[in-house]
C-alpha cells in the first residue's frame, strides 16, 4: 500500500484547508485510515480516524472543527480542517493499517507541511 498526502500549505489563523490522502496498493485491506501530525519538537499524535462503515474519531483538540471522510470509490481519505490555530502548524501524516494472512501492517504517507500563521 502507498498513501500520497495533499493539499498543505499556508494558511492565516481562523482559515480552512483539506487535506487528502490517496491510497493504491492492496488498498481492500486497509481499515482503518487515520490522520496523525507533528509539529516541531512534538512527538506525533493522533488527529482523527475513520474505520470502516464510517465510525469516526477525533482528538479532542479538533472536535468539531476538523472532519476526516473517506471515498473507498476513489480510494482517498480527506481531512477538512477548519478555525485552524497557530500551534496546529505541523507535518501532518496519514497512516493506514491493514491485516493480510493474521499479519499486521502499519502504512505511512510522506506526510504534507499545515503551516498556521497567526
Known amino acids: 500500500v502507498q498513501l500520497v498526502e495533499s493539499g498543505g500549505g499556508l494558511v492565516q489563523a481562523g482559515g480552512s484547508l483539506r487535506l487528502s490522502c490517496a491510497a493504491s496498493?492492496?488498498?481492500?485491506?486497509?481499515?482503518?485510515m487515520g490522520w496523525y501530525r507533528q509539529a516541531p519538537g512534538k512527538q506525533r499524535e493522533l488527529v482523527a480516524i475513520?474505520?470502516?462503515?464510517?465510525?469516526?474519531n477525533y482528538a479532542d483538540s479538533v472536535k468539531g472543527r476538523f472532519t476526516i471522510s473517506r471515498d473507498n470509490a476513489k480510494n482517498t481519505m480527506y481531512l477538512r480542517m477548519s478555525s485552524l490555530k497557530p500551534e496546529e502548524t505541523a507535518v501532518y501524516c496519514c497512516?493506514?493499517?491493514?491485516?493480510?494472512?493474521?499479519?499486521?501492517?502499519?502504512?505511512w504517507g510522506q506526510g504534507t507541511q499545515v503551516t498556521v500563521s497567526s
Open positions: 475513520i474505520i470502516s462503515a464510517g465510525r469516526t
Open positions: 497512516n493506514a493499517k491493514s491485516l493480510r494472512a493474521g499479519v499486521a501492517y502499519d502504512y
Open positions: 496498493g492492496s488498498t481492500f485491506s486497509i481499515n482503518p
